[in-house]
């Protein structure tokens, strides 16, 4: 009874003189109406850094008629954008039973700060009285890009002295 369809049992009886019972028959239908199952591979919850590659870890799909089945994704994760996304899994027998729908989250977190790298050297030397203009620094952030980087300069060249300029970056 593992193959779905319409099976025809007949049923015949002699008796001890040798009569025979007129036979009797029975249809028995056999259906396929349980659904498949779907579990997931990995995690059902996954936080991942903004501005990464996202590669789904995946389901599979049984049913107890036709075996592994293949199971349709929609990923809908933007890996560029911080927020919450779902990645479901669906899956449909040969007999039309649909398996519960499994989703996965995804959480895309921006945590990684920008970097700021000093243009020129980290330690400068001029003469007192002499006109500072700062090198500068650039910023770049792994999801925004290159990013402003805003400079606090107190350096004050008509008193000698160890000034430090300082750098921020805010992604």
Do not use: H, K
Request: proline share 5%.
């Amino acid at each position: 009874a593992q193959v779905p369809g319409s099976y025809l049992v007949s049923f015949t009886a002699t008796d001890a003189a040798g009569n025979a019972a007129v036979e009797v028959t029975r249809t028995v239908i056999v259906e396929d109406t349980s659904p498949p199952v779907i579990t997931l591979t990995g995690s059902a919850s996954v936080t991942i850094e903004a501005g990464s590659e996202y590669t789904d870890a995946g389901a599979t799909a049984t049913d107890v008629v036709d075996g592994a089945i293949p199971v349709v994704v929609d990923n809908t994760v933007n890996a560029q954008v911080p927020g919450s996304y779902l990645v479901s899994f669906t899956a449909t027998d040969a007999a039309g039973n649909a398996a519960v729908e499994v989703t996965r989250t995804v959480i895309v977190e921006d945590t990684s700060p920008p970097v700021i790298t000093l243009t020129g050297s980290a330690s400068v030397t001029i003469e007192a009285g002499a006109a500072y203009i700062d090198a500068g620094a650039t910023a770049s952030d792994s999801l925004d890009g290159a990013i402003a980087a805003v400079v606090e300069n107190t350096v004050n060249t008509q008193v000698p002295g160890s000034y430090l300029v300082s750098f921020m970056a805010t992604d």
